[in-house]
């Protein structure tokens, strides 16, 4: 298991951004594709964004496509979500995972699951 801890959540109005971070002191993050989730209230969890390895691909979800932005920084073992135009359906709470085996755009593929970091988008 790798330890995850997110960062960057809070309140925000709509059509504003925040940039989420997700760290770990894992020596061989650089080894892994990672993902962030999110999860509204009552809802189950679902992809927003991918990437690889190096960071040369990256995967988004078709609701937050043009909109956000997952980067990842290897030197400093943290993987990024810069979040723009944001809509109050982006509410929930945001995980960063670690993949393993199987589809990227499915949490049953990831493990490793940070604690969650709240955004909420106010109208």
């Known amino acids: 298991q790798v330890q995850l801890v997110e960062s960057g959540g809070g309140l925000v109005q709509s059509g504003g951004s925040l940039r989420l971070s997700c760290a770990t002191s894992s020596s061989t993050f650089s080894t892994y594709d990672m993902a962030w989730f999110r999860q509204a209230a009552g809802e189950e969890r679902e992809f927003v964004a991918a990437i690889t390895q190096s960071g040369d691909n990256t995967f988004s979800a078709d609701s937050v496509n043009g909109r956000f932005v997952i980067s990842r920084d290897n030197a400093k073992n943290t993987v990024y979500l810069q979040m723009n135009s944001l809509k109050p359906e982006d509410t929930g709470v945001y995980y960063c995972?670690?993949?393993?085996?199987?589809?990227?755009?499915?949490?049953?593929?990831?493990?490793?699951w940070g604690q969650g970091t709240q955004v909420t988008v106010s109208s």
């Open positions: 995972a670690v993949k393993g085996y199987g589809s990227r755009f499915t949490q049953y593929s990831y493990h490793s």
